[in-house]
Structures are given as structure tokens and as C-alpha cells.
């Protein structure tokens, strides 16, 4: 009877590991056997307008969420099979390696950091840093302004500001929040002086709330956002790497950006060479 009760129990903690093994939420599957089957989970940004947006109605918006439709369409994938995960910027290679989303789409810039630990297709745009300000505020003008008591915001897992505290101005107060939409709020609020991270980004949360933001000084940073697959999965990078190609060539990726920035008076650049490493 020891013997049959030590089975048992031995039984019961294999299928304990088995349960929680699989309650990590993973997939072990490469995203192009993911679209094989017709469905993809991929990773956006829900609080940049005009870039990766959850509407009120529960729809999603932005030129980020063109790309990654017109992408998965061109793996097989139609826009109803497509489950949109939340991909905050901290958070974005533990999602990729862990396989909770397919791929990420979500103004993921491209650095050597970040291809030790996952690999891009890539780039689909390119941009630089800036500053987002009150529209009241005179003082700042760009990234030497900053120096003094000034408060700049900017995102966890990201670089813009120590960027901007290590080249331009060393005495800055740097803020880290959770997402941009929070750094925009405290901007709002006075609680901050400034917000910096992408050109891009910047306009669109000026465009959500006109008269009251802008987007100050020139660009200085280059910023070449890729689409984040996990590392070593080579099929998956070529398809999309493929998918982006058509999508300029096609004249979709310029219509996309017209249609997300066009009435905000941004001026479209030209699309960028992918990079097939």
C-alpha cells in the first residue's frame, strides 16, 4: 500500500508540473506555423495615437496596426484571426522570447541591445527623437534647454531620456512612467516640463489634444522601428521582411501614413531600405 501511495503521489506532482507548465501562456511554435493555421497574436502599443491605439469601441487604430493587418494578411492571416496583445516598451522582449505573441509591431526600435535578444525584420519607418511641450512653454527649444530644473518624461524599458541626460543636458530631472499616454497626463498637469521619445509619437498625442501640446526643435536621434520576431526564428523574419517590401512598393505604407498623420501636417518621409541581415 506504501508503495501504490508513493505512485500516486508521484502521479499527482506530474500532473501539477503539467499544469503549471502550461499556464505560462507560451507557445513553443514559430509565428509562421502560428499562421498556418491561420491565426496570429500580435503585440502593439494601445495608448499611441495615430500609431497603436484601443479605441473606446474596442477597435484598434494607427499606422502600426496597418502594418502589422497588411502583414499578416500577406502570411495568410485575415484581420478577424488577429488577437492584439498589449505590448508595453519594458515588457517587449519578455513577450517575444516567451512566445505570448507572435510578433511585435509596437515603435520598436532597432539596437544592437535588443538583437541579442530577439531578432527584427525591418525597418518599416524611420524617425527621430523629440520633445513634447506645453503649448504655452517658450523656454524649451530642444535638448540643450533641458538643463536646470527641468522635469523630462519619458518610458521605462526605453532610452530616450537617459539619451537625451547623457548628450545634451546633464542636470535634466529625469521621470520614468509606465507608458507615454501617463508621461503626456503629467504634462499636462504641469507635474512634468517636457516628454521626449519619438517624432512620430510626439505628433501623434499633439494631434489628440490641439492647442494645448506641441512638438518642439528638430529631430536628433535616428530611430528605424522593426518588427520583433523571436530570435534564431530566420522563416518567420523573411516572410515579414518580404510583406513589408510589398507594402511599400505597393504604395499601401504611404497611404497608411496618410491616412493615420495626414490632417496632424506631417510631412511623410521617404520609406526605408529593409534590412535583411
Sequence with gaps: ??????????????????????????????????????????????????????????????FDVDVAKYVADKLGVKPENITFKESPSAQRETLIQNGQVDFIVATYSITDARKQKVDF???????????????????????????????????????????????????????????????VEALKSGAVDAVTTDDIILRGYAAQSPGALKVVGNTFTTEKYGIGVKKGDTETRGKINDAIDAMISSGAWKAALEKEFGSTGFQIPQPPTVDRY
Excluded at 501539477?16 to 499556464?23: E, F, H, Q
Excluded at 506555423?33 to 484601443?54: E, M, V, W
Excluded at 536646470?148 to 521621470?175: F, M, R
Design 121 to 183: 525584420a525591418g525597418p518599416y519607418f524611420q524617425t527621430g527623437q523629440s520633445l513634447l511641450v506645453r503649448s504655452d512653454n517658450t523656454d524649451i527649444t530642444g535638448p540643450e534647454s533641458l538643463n536646470g530644473n527641468k522635469k523630462l518624461c519619458s518610458v521605462k524599458g526605453s532610452t530616450p531620456a537617459q539619451n537625451i541626460k547623457d548628450k545634451y543636458a546633464h542636470e535634466v530631472q529625469l521621470q520614468e512612467y509606465d507608458t507615454y499616454s501617463l508621461c
Design 1 to 62: 500500500m506504501r508503495i501504490n501511495h508513493a505512485i500516486r503521489i508521484a502521479a499527482g506532482v506530474a500532473a501539477l508540473a503539467l499544469a503549471v507548465t502550461g499556464c505560462g501562456g507560451g507557445s513553443s511554435k514559430s509565428a509562421s506555423q502560428h499562421a498556418a493555421g491561420g491565426k496570429l497574436t500580435i503585440g502593439i502599443k494601445f495608448d499611441q495615437p495615430g500609431l497603436g491605439l484601443l479605441n473606446k469601441d474596442g477597435s484598434y487604430s494607427g
